[in-house]
């Protein structure tokens, strides 16, 4: 496995790893090598990536607001800036590294972003005709109906196990692996809080998969079916895993769209879009508030939904994702904690539609 470049940074920070010294002036050979080769790697990367943009903290307390990555090398050779800067940078990197794999509802549902804990959104009914107006007629101000939405922000943290043992024997890889596993405990907490709102709040459009253990592309038009009776453009498709492969294996679909292609089996990922659906495969589990059950194991657990992101169905309210009590990084990493503040309220419930396992 390739050395991350947080491992490279702690090593240089600290002068050594969980194989001796590393340094410009380490009486090993091993350890001269390493320090050439990981700050060689480390100016490299801030050169030729754009993940680097938070403000940079100089010595003499000022503000580098420049984000040339170019700029933010020559600043560290001439040893303006702090390392304990770049490895803070580095750590927020590692823990989005973890988020990435399993996104899902940042993408799939609209987001308000928010810095408190509380938020009222004005939402308006539909309003879904003209009126007829004779020619040189004045047309009535549209009068429609509003309603309040309060979100209500709750704290979801993390903690990962890391522990003085680990810095103090240069063991960073378990502390890159701990790190990303944080982020996936985040990205999962977003997950259910979304999933489970959904799952009970569109329960009351449902189609049952026609095939019981086996969900198809039939399945997919029924529920599409659905939410245009009433108005809506449904464009999203969530999936439990074993809904995802179904549909791998669903002819109708494979022979359509790829003969004499081998896409499917070097991604092993779904087409995009699919009947004018984006998929995403959310293998989280509902909490214990949600009443619907999000699975395969029994008739009538919900194993797909498909959904109008834009009228919207549902509506997140979020804070950024915060890294708390880290104010020195390189002697803190064991006090870390990851969290976020986040909420899920129902918008328009009509126009998403479960799947539900057949009986």
Not at 275 to 300: E, I
Request: net charge negative; with cysteine; charged share 20%.
């Amino acid at each position: 496995m390739a050395t991350s470049m947080l491992y490279k940074m702690l090593a240089l920070a600290h002068g050594k790893d969980a194989f001796g010294d590393i340094g410009k002036d380490s009486k090993s050979r091993r350890g001269r090598a390493f320090y050439n080769k990981y700050s060689a790697d480390l100016k490299n990367s801030l050169i030729n990536s754009g993940k680097n943009l938070i403000p940079i903290v100089t010595r003499d307390r000022g503000m580098v607001e420049e984000t040339d990555n170019t700029y933010k090398v020559e600043h560290m050779e001439a040893g303006n800036i702090q390392t304990t800067t770049l490895i803070e940078d580095e750590v927020y990197n590692t823990i989005l590294a973890g988020v990435e794999p399993v996104v899902c509802f940042e993408e799939a549902l609209p987001v308000l972003r928010t810095r408190g804990d509380g938020l009222r959104w004005v939402k308006s009914a539909a309003v879904d005709y003209a009126e007829l107006v004779p020619e040189g007629a004045a047309p009535e101000v549209a009068n429609t109906s509003y309603a309040n939405l309060q979100f209500a922000l709750e704290r979801y943290a993390y903690r990962p196990l890391i522990t003085t043992h680990l810095i103090e024997t240069g063991l960073f890889d378990i502390v890159d692996f701990r790190l990303r596993q944080a982020g996936t405990a985040m990205a999962n907490a977003y997950n259910r809080r979304a999933l489970d709102e959904l799952v009970d709040g569109i329960s009351t459009n449902t189609v049952e998969e026609g095939t019981t253990g086996a969900m198809k592309a039939t399945d997919l038009a029924a529920a599409r079916v659905t939410i245009t009776k009433v108005n809506g453009r449904p464009d999203t498709l969530i999936l439990y895993p074993s809904a995802e492969g179904d549909l791998l294996g669903d002819s109708n679909l494979i022979y359509a769209s790829y003969a004499g292609s081998n896409t499917v089996l070097k991604t092993g990922s779904l087409f995009a879009p699919i009947l004018g659906l984006t998929p995403y495969v959310c293998n989280v589990t509902t909490g214990s508030g949600a009443s619907a059950t999000w699975g395969d194991t029994s008739n009538g657990n919900v194993k797909a939904m498909v959904y109008d992101s834009k009228h919207p169905v549902a509506v997140m309210a979020a804070q950024e994702m915060k890294v708390a009590q880290f104010d020195d990084p390189l002697r803190s990493l064991h006090n870390i904690i990851i969290e976020r503040w986040i909420d899920c309220e129902m918008t328009e419930e009509t126009v998403g539609c479960t799947i539900t396992r057949g009986s």
